[in-house]
């Protein structure tokens, strides 16, 4: 089946740094991934499409200027928290589009961020 | 505007069948999946509906009414190993070229011996 997998899995930074995250497709192309973020017992809230070779689509109130999301390539897509604060602290979560069966979503593993 | 409803928490007993439920209210409507989410990991699917009825798959069905706006899980011969969250979510009509999966709050399964 189709493998997502992120780096790295957790994450503590200080508030004011910068993380960046991974999420890589491991035996199929991506031309589309998405990024959510999942607060304590609360559920997936997506935060942006990221497309390969093209501007990531934010969701409303998402910053795009906090959460830089680069696409590279066809396996290959990161998230750049920017001048993490506390409130920043949460699991993320990115999926890849399969194109093949009901075109549902894979994840990967999530990284588990914490700023202090 | 976007909702979707589970309960937040079941009990069931090893053995037994549980029912998930799920409605939503979204703006269009291309699919409703059911993921298994363990504590601290990612998502993993589990089933797909699109059309009305009735989706077996081993010891997980799924069933699926358009009309109500209704889903369920059922999950058969409950293992301790079923505790985890159930997470309904519905596919938006694709827009830009893909879809987008709207989620519920999940459905917090404890089995107990």
């Known amino acids: 089946g189709a493998v997502v997998s992120q780096h790295p899995s957790w994450v503590i930074c200080k508030s004011g740094t910068s993380v960046k995250i991974e999420c890589r497709s491991l035996?199929?192309?991506?031309?589309?991934m998405f990024w959510y973020r999942q607060f304590p017992k609360q559920s997936l809230m997506l935060m942006a499409t990221?497309?390969?070779?093209?501007?990531?689509?934010?969701e409303q109130g998402v910053e795009k200027d906090k959460f830089l999301i680069n696409h590279a390539s066809l396996t290959l897509s990161t998230l750049t928290v920017t001048s993490a604060h506390p409130e920043d602290s949460s699991f993320y979560i990115c999926s890849a589009r399969v194109l093949a069966g009901p075109f549902e979503q894979y994840f990967g593993p999530g990284t588990r961020l914490t700023v202090t | 505007g976007q909702n979707i409803d589970q309960p937040t928490e079941m009990t069931a007993t090893e053995g037994a069948i549980v029912q998930i439920n799920c409605t939503y209210q979204?703006?269009?409507?291309?699919?409703l999946f059911w993921y298994q989410q363990h504590a601290g990991e990612a998502p993993t699917f589990l089933s797909y509906n699109v059309l009305d009825g009735l989706e077996e798959k081993g010891r997980f069905s799924s069933f699926l009414s358009r009309s109500k706006g209704y889903s369920y899980l059922l999950l058969k011969e409950l293992q301790m190993k079923d505790s985890a969250s159930y997470l309904c979510?519905?596919?938006?009509?694709?827009?830009?070229?893909?879809?987008?999966?709207?989620f519920g709050a999940g459905t917090r399964l404890a089995v107990h011996p």
């Open positions: 035996d199929f192309q991506a031309t589309t």
């Open positions: 990221s497309n390969e070779g093209s501007k990531a689509t934010y």
């Open positions: 979510a519905v596919r938006e009509p694709p827009s830009g070229g893909y879809n987008k999966l709207i």
């Open positions: 979204t703006s269009g409507f291309n699919g």
